[in-house]
């Protein structure tokens, strides 16, 4: 099956750094990316939407200057946590779309960066 | 706005039990329902899905049928095995390509 690489799995990094992120599709090229953030025992909240070659789709309350999103393939996108503080830190997981059998999207996994801000 | 609830874990069931992790949704127009499964260390993969009421979706032994009425989407196994013990998210999409997913349920199945 379709397989989604996410490195690095788990960064620690001291407050005022940043941080990038990378999500690839490995063997397949993806329409669309997502990037999400899990806290503890909470949900995946989607933060952003991007497509290549074209700027990111933010949801409400993401800043977007915090949390800078580059699509630069069908097979790469990257989050760059800037300036990173404390809260911060959480589980951020990708996720690469692409068109399954019968015209239906299925969105694919990465396994998840821990990100923990000193 | 779009939500889904599933309940909470963990989930504690000794192999061969029989499984259910309830789900319920709020959404608006006709969501497309989803369960996907994270295995230690991996990331999530589609376990199962159903398009449209009634529709009952399965894969490996895991079912849920789109119950509209109740506007539920409830996992359930017959026999469940250790290699299941992993975490289990409910979600739902609502047309084009975003997924809202509840808080996940840790299921632990011990031999």
């Known amino acids: 099956g379709a397989v989604v690489s996410q490195h690095p799995s788990r960064v620690i990094c001291k407050s005022g750094t940043s941080v990038k992120i990378e999500c690839r599709s490995l063997d397949f090229q993806a329409t669309t990316m997502f990037w999400y953030r899990q806290f503890p025992k909470q949900s995946l909240m989607l933060m952003a939407t991007?497509?290549?070659?074209?700027?990111?789709?933010?949801e409400q309350g993401v800043e977007k200057d915090k949390f800078l999103i580059n699509h630069a393939s069908l097979t790469l996108s990257t989050l760059t946590v800037t300036s990173a503080h404390p809260e911060d830190s959480s589980f951020y997981i990708c996720?690469?779309?692409?068109?399954?059998?019968?015209?239906?999207?299925?969105?694919?996994f990465g396994a998840g960066t821990r990100l923990s801000v000193l | 706005g779009n939500s889904v609830t599933q309940m909470e874990g963990p989930v504690t069931l000794s192999e061969e039990a029989f499984l259910t992790i309830n789900c319920t949704y709020t959404?608006?127009?006709?969501?497309?329902l989803f369960w996907y499964v994270q295995y230690p260390g991996e990331g999530l993969q589609l376990l199962l899905k159903a398009t449209k009421a009634d529709d009952k979706g399965s894969n490996k032994g895991f079912e849920a049928t789109y119950r509209k009425e109740t506007t539920s989407f409830h996992l359930e196994k017959g026999s469940v095995q250790v290699s299941d013990s992993a975490v289990y998210f409910c979600a739902l999409s609502t047309g084009g390509n975003k997924l809202v997913f509840g808080a996940g349920t840790i299921l632990r199945v011990k031999s």
């Open positions: 991007s497509n290549e070659g074209s700027k990111a789709t933010y």
């Open positions: 996720s690469a779309d692409t068109l399954a059998g019968a015209g239906e999207n299925i969105q694919y």
């Open positions: 959404a608006t127009g006709y969501p497309s």
